[in-house]
């Protein structure tokens, strides 16, 4: 071994000898020097106190601190002056180490190296008026101190610090801010560049509260926060960097940055957090309680991408602005309105809508870009949805979706509607309030559009083929434009509108007033007879079995209320109209339906060579009672009868009639939903003026004329001028007097005909033939001979067979004066007809 090396490690072993001898030396110092030690390091350290600092016992600690000397400070306790009135200790440690330089110390000064707290408690508290407990720290002189007690002074850096076990509060009562950390572990090294100071430290604590604002709770609420932080501080500027790193909140990892401003009173502070797949329901419990009970409208199954920038002020009362972003691509949501598949979005959240009006609920929006997913496989698009106002929350945005119709029946029940063809093309601009988290009584404007649609009414059994619709939604107003609807043979064109819909849809169903514009080329009426079926009153007969399926969405509640207690003016311009055998032609009509009633006014139409007007009611339930008064001018006897079954009659129908027949009857009567009448249900009037007419093989008028006219043409009987009155009761035609002119014979009818038994009509009918009556000019004369000569009495009653029976009417007199008294009778008794 070289000479040099030897005396160099000679020197060198000399010098570590000689240190710790100085050491011990030091230690044994300090140890029998306790109380004087500890004097200085207390005074020294009230120097700069508004407060007092005492410190229960001093022990130093061999070789932990070396080559300085470190001591061991138990009962720690340190408190501000004004700690009798609001009793908050800003620390309180069952011990506390400390590291202090040996040479210093030597020299009569204290520096401290390194500081470790463990069991402690730190409570850094504000009250209502402002005031600090860390006002016990006092800031530093603008003049420079006396030299010799600068000499004295202690060194203001620590290299290093760990605290164990601490809890630690920052509660201002002044700006309602609440910081709470149980710290298991945070350690710390530091050091001094030219114009600050740098420090890594590492950190796991437990958050019990992280409050911004104590009315609106605490941010990262019981969640474990474990990571590295490395912070910088500027004296020029005083402003503290926290550089990028990876901090776990909970089981989810962070990259935190942040920036506080430590030269204005108020700390202004950022603090950005960005992570990567978190699932929705951990971000937002991560917020304070009011945006979280938001944000849990809302759950995504898959994670998602979440950043979170807070800006505001430790000194400043209220929330710091609060800015979210989450994107969510391909994910499945869920809401209170039901889940949504292959959901995609970018979201964000601020308290800050609008600048100017606070950080808060009222002032809060949740925004969702390029929001696109499937609503029970109807795919739709939102280019901008917004809510807003998170004490009242209100959603907005614009809707769009292309799809198949039939997509809809699965949203709207099996109760009302069935489509099994056609698309449909919305856009549509919504607004709507938020309750329970529960979309609420949406608004809307926009289109509609529905082409070559299959759809099934189901509660009246109608079915409408290749049908479109156009719908168009403004603020107050609905149209409903170019509908075209098919079923079966029928086709029919439809413009409407409502006023005032959305409103009342969900506020007042009932006052719902939809005003139609209908045409059509061809109606077969029997294809609508559905209509005649009652809708409620089906739907309570099978409501007991069906309680499962009557619990559907409330859109489909509301749809039935709406079709049910909504109202309907329909104004008709049809080209045909088909019932059976009844065709009218250039039909017009306003009808209103409301409440189970259909109301038709101004009802006219021309048919059998003649013309129609109606006005009335029907009013459904099990049996369609009807009340309707009409007017028919100059119709085609035959074709008229035909047309509608003969009304009933069995033994006079359109085969033995011919003429043209006015009349005008107001009758009451009922029809079933398969658009028969009802037996026996009709009352009412009706007169009849039948012109140029002809009974033709009539065979109660040929049976008798066989052997009383065996010479005159009995198969072709004409009337010049054909006047009665029938009163109608049920299955009985009451026959007022009337007069008989024709070629054959004169006769005088009246008494009843029976639908099914009780006819009793007596017939007077002069054997002279008045073929030749025609000829006298004088009215007067003509019905001065009409009744000469002889004049059989005839009888039309029911036969054994059901068949009516001629037969001799031996008490013609008594039966005139019975039948002179009934009519009296039925003249004082009889009501008017009902008008509409």
Known sequence: MPKWLKI?????????????????????????????????????????????????????????????????????????????????????????????????????????????????????????????????????????????????????????????????????????????????????HLDYPAKGWNADIDLNTMVNSFSFNTKKGSFMKNRLLKGHFDISYNYDSQVINVAPNNLNIGDDTFNVTARFELKKPETPFTINLKVNDILWTSAANLLAANITKSLKMFDLKKPIDVTCDLRGAFGVKGDPSIYVTAKAKNNVLKTQGGTIENCSFNGTFSNNYINGRGLGDENSVIRLYHFNGNYKEIPFTIDTAFINNLNTPVATGIFRSRFPVSKLNAIIGDESLKFTKGIADLKLAYKADIVNFKFTKPFVTGNVDIKNADVSYLPRNLVFKNNSIALKFTDKDLYINNIRLQNGGSVVYMQGKVSNFLNLYYTDPQKILIVWQITSPQIYLGEFLGFLNNRGYERSKSSAGTGKRMSNAKITSQLNTAFDKGQAELHLRLAKVYYKKFLATDVNADILLADNTMKMRNVSLKSSGGSLNLSGLVQQGPINNFAISTTINHVNTNTFFASFNNFGLKDFTSDNLRGFLSARADIKGGINNAGNLVPKSIRGTAMVNLKEGALVNFSPIKSVGKFAFPFRDLDNITFSDLKAQFDINGDKIKIAPMQINSSVLNMDVEGTYSLSRGTNIALDVPIRNPKNDSKIADETERNKKRMKGIVLHILATDGDDGKIKIKWNKNHKKTKADDDEQKTDDTQQAPEPKQD
């Open 8 to 188: 160099t490690l000679k020197v060198a072993g000399a010098l570590v000898g000689l240190i710790i001898i100085m050491f011990i030396a030091l230690t044994v110092y300090v140890s029998y020097n306790k109380q004087k030690v500890l004097a200085m390091i207390t005074s020294e350290l009230n120097k700069n106190l508004n407060g007092t600092l005492t410190i229960g016992t001093i022990d130093p600690t061999l070789f932990k601190g070396f080559p300085g000397v470190s001591v061991e400070l138990k009962n720690v306790v340190l408190k501000d002056n004004r700690w009798a009135q609001h009793h908050h200790t800003l620390l309180t440690a069952k011990g506390l180490e400390v590291s202090v330089n040996a040479s210093a110390l030597l020299k009569g000064e204290v520096v401290i190296n390194k500081i470790d707290i463990s069991n402690a408690d730190i409570d850094l508290f504000t009250d209502s008026s402002g005031y600090s407990n860390t006002s016990i720290f006092k800031t530093k002189p603008t003049v420079e101190k006396d030299p010799k007690e600068k000499q004295t002074s202690s060194s203001t850096q620590i290299r290093s610090f760990s605290l164990n076990k601490v809890n630690f509060v920052v509660d201002d009562r002044h700006a309602y801010k609440l910081f709470k950390f149980a710290v298991n572990d945070i350690r710390g």
